[in-house]
């Protein structure tokens, strides 16, 4: 069972909605990421938060608005999204490695998705 | 700067044959290094992970890794594979003192009965 918990599970939307994707996780770590997925390719991280603070934009459109409401939660607002934008957001969650000397173990925790479909 | 290499994009084995998976990876730094697993429709699962000690790491389901430091290796292997090990496999990698993750363009192994 995965620990970090995504919803909706699947979400059709037209390029002028506004919708939300939303992300939990109660494993008390305090980095947390979107990543976007297409096909047969591996994930593109989109957003990292370090201590509920926005710490990584990888240059992403701003149709994707990012929100860390607490330390267990992670939204991706949307707003008039494009056709391409079709994929699947993947939210994940790691231990925030403090310094050099807190190596923490480094992994991510996946969630399973949320798989979009923009018409 | 940090990468990671798979080389093999796809890779077709008989069922109760054996596979390898090949990770490549290049770092100036100490790593950790990951293999997640993506059965279809679902999210990455982590398989098994080399943080520090022993270089052979295995996991629950029969797959070892071996981390091969003078190679920058990583090799994913199982001796015997299920239909059920029929997934995507993506190698990645950390720096250990941040929270960037590298992951290789993956290898879509498919065990045929």
């Known amino acids: 069972d995965t620990e970090v918990t995504q919803t909706p599970k699947h979400l059709v939307m037209g390029m002028t909605n506004k919708k939300s994707l939303k992300c939990e996780q109660h494993m008390g770590h305090r980095a947390m990421y979107w990543y976007k997925q297409k096909a047969k390719k591996p994930p593109e991280l989109m957003f990292v938060?370090?201590?509920?603070?926005?710490?990584i934009n990888e240059s992403v459109p701003s149709r994707f608005s990012p929100e860390c409401p607490n330390s267990s939660l992670l939204n991706l607002h949307l707003h008039a999204l494009q056709p391409e934008d079709s994929a699947l957001y993947l939210c994940?969650?790691?231990?925030?490695?403090?310094?050099?000397?807190?190596?923490?173990?480094?992994?991510?925790?996946f969630g399973e998705g949320s798989r979009l479909t923009v018409l | 700067a940090q990468s990671v290499t798979q080389l093999d994009s796809q890779v077709p084995v008989f069922e109760e044959a054996p596979v390898e998976l090949r990770c490549n990876y290049s770092s100036s730094v100490s790593v950790y290094l990951f293999w997640y697993v993506q059965y279809p429709n679902q999210g990455l699962q982590l398989l098994l992970k080399y943080l520090s000690g022993s270089t052979l790491v295995e996991s629950i389901n029969g797959f070892e890794a071996e981390f091969n430091k003078s190679q920058t290796s990583f090799h994913l292997r199982k001796p015997s594979v299920h239909i059920s090990d029929t997934a995507e496999y993506f190698c990645?990698?950390?720096?250990?003192?941040?929270?960037?993750?590298?992951f290789g363009t993956g290898t879509s192994l498919t065990v045929i009965p």
């Open positions: 990645a990698v950390s720096g250990g003192n941040g929270n960037q993750f590298y």
């Open positions: 994940a969650s790691s231990q925030e490695i403090k310094d050099v000397w807190d190596r923490g173990t480094g992994e991510l925790f």
């Open positions: 938060y370090s201590y509920e603070k926005l710490s």
